[in-house]
């Protein structure tokens, strides 16, 4: 079982979203469970269209649930296809409960699931806080999502630098809302000194997919946008895929 963090130094740059497609697309190779480690504002499940999960990981946590109990499973369908199951470790937003957890459970927790998948994702908070850092501590190997800008390049280089001096591996980084800028993914290959593993195009077809809980690689598996995130699936899983957007760069196509 590999445990991969979703991680980034600046928020709102697509994290969630990553986690959610990269798990549907890691699913074509083996059994995959989704973690929302963003415990203080988690909303994973929002984006596979669950209505706020009765019980969580923050129970889990608090040890008043079983971690069974807080899985979701769902079918992973790409368009009439069924594909398999894919997991769902979901989170919720109490600040009362967030006093009450101990973080450091999380390594205990992802202990417990050796051997019952393949790959674990985990949906890592941005930035550098306790809440950011132990989710990440606990992976074997970390990705950085960034957007095609200096500030947000700049912010993962230091989270790299903390995933490195804790011993956690850097696997790579991963571009997203990609629209073609010249030198971005070279500048982002040499601040924060990994390789590019994907690139994800800007889309308005992901972002309504987002909106309505349906992952765009479960509904528009055709796609280039989710043609973008099964050669990201690829390229960690270890395929010697080319990384490179996936046919022309049309926002509006998706
Ligand atoms: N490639 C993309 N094209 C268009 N919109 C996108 C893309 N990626 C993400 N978005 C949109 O950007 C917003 C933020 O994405 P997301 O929630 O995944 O970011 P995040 O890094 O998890 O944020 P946070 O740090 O707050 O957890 C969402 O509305 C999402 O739909
Ligand atoms: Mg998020």
Same mark, same amino acid.
């Given at each position: 079982?590999?445990?991969?963090?979703?991680?980034?130094?600046?928020?709102?740059?697509?994290?969630?979203?990553?986690?959610?497609?990269?798990?549907?697309?890691?699913?074509?190779?083996?059994?995959?469970?989704?973690?929302?480690?963003?415990?203080?504002?988690?909303?994973?499940?929002?984006?596979?269209?669950?209505?706020?999960?009765?019980?969580?990981?923050?129970?889990?946590?608090?040890?008043?649930?079983?971690?069974?109990?807080?899985?979701?499973?769902?079918?992973?369908?790409?368009?009439?296809?069924?594909?398999? $199951?894919?997991?769902?470790?979901?989170? %919720?937003?109490? =600040? !009362?409960?967030?006093? +009450? @957890?101990?973080?450091?459970?999380?390594?205990?927790?992802?202990?417990?699931?050796?051997?019952?998948?393949?790959?674990?994702?985990?949906?890592?908070?941005?930035?550098?806080?306790?809440?950011?850092?132990?989710?990440?501590?606990?992976?074997?190997?970390?990705?950085?999502?960034?957007?095609? $800008?200096?500030?947000?390049?700049?912010? %993962?280089?230091? =989270? !790299?630098?903390?995933? +490195? @001096?804790?011993?956690?591996?850097?696997?790579?980084?991963?571009?997203?809302?990609?629209?073609?800028?010249?030198?971005?993914?070279?500048?982002?290959?040499?601040?924060?000194?990994?390789?590019?593993?994907?690139?994800?195009?800007?889309?308005?077809?992901?972002?309504?997919?987002?909106?309505?809980?349906?992952?765009?690689?479960?509904?528009?598996?055709?796609?280039?946008?989710?043609? +973008?995130?099964?050669?990201?699936?690829?390229?960690?899983?270890?395929?010697?895929?080319?990384?490179?957007?996936?046919?022309?760069?049309?926002?509006?196509?998706?």
């Amino acid at each position: 079982m590999v445990v991969i963090s979703i991680c980034s130094g600046k928020g709102g740059v697509g994290k969630t979203t990553v986690s959610v497609n990269l798990s549907v697309s890691l699913s074509l190779f083996g059994r995959v469970l989704v973690i929302d480690g963003d415990i203080a504002l988690p909303n994973l499940h929002t984006f596979f269209g669950i209505d706020d999960p009765f019980i969580s990981l923050l129970d889990v946590l608090k040890d008043t649930s079983y971690l069974k109990d807080a899985i979701h499973r769902m079918r992973v369908k790409m368009g009439n296809e069924s594909i398999g $199951e894919l997991h769902i470790l979901p989170s %919720s937003a109490s =600040v !009362k409960a967030l006093e +009450e @957890i101990n973080v450091e459970n999380f390594k205990e927790i992802v202990d417990d699931l050796r051997g019952k998948y393949d790959f674990v994702v985990v949906d890592v908070a941005a930035g550098l806080s306790k809440y950011a850092i132990i989710p990440m501590l606990i992976s074997d190997v970390s990705y950085l999502v960034v957007n095609p $800008e200096r500030a947000s390049i700049m912010d %993962s280089q230091k =989270v !790299k630098k903390i995933a +490195e @001096i804790s011993g956690v591996r850097v696997g790579g980084v991963i571009v997203n809302r990609y629209r073609g800028e010249k030198g971005m993914v070279d500048y982002a290959e040499k601040v924060i000194g990994r390789e590019v593993v994907g690139i994800i195009r800007e889309s308005k077809l992901l972002r309504s997919c987002c909106e309505d809980g349906t992952p765009v690689t479960m509904k528009k598996p055709s796609s280039n946008v989710s043609r +973008e995130f099964f050669n990201l699936a690829r390229r960690i899983v270890g395929d010697d895929v080319k990384v490179k957007p996936y046919g022309k760069l049309k926002y509006y196509l998706g």
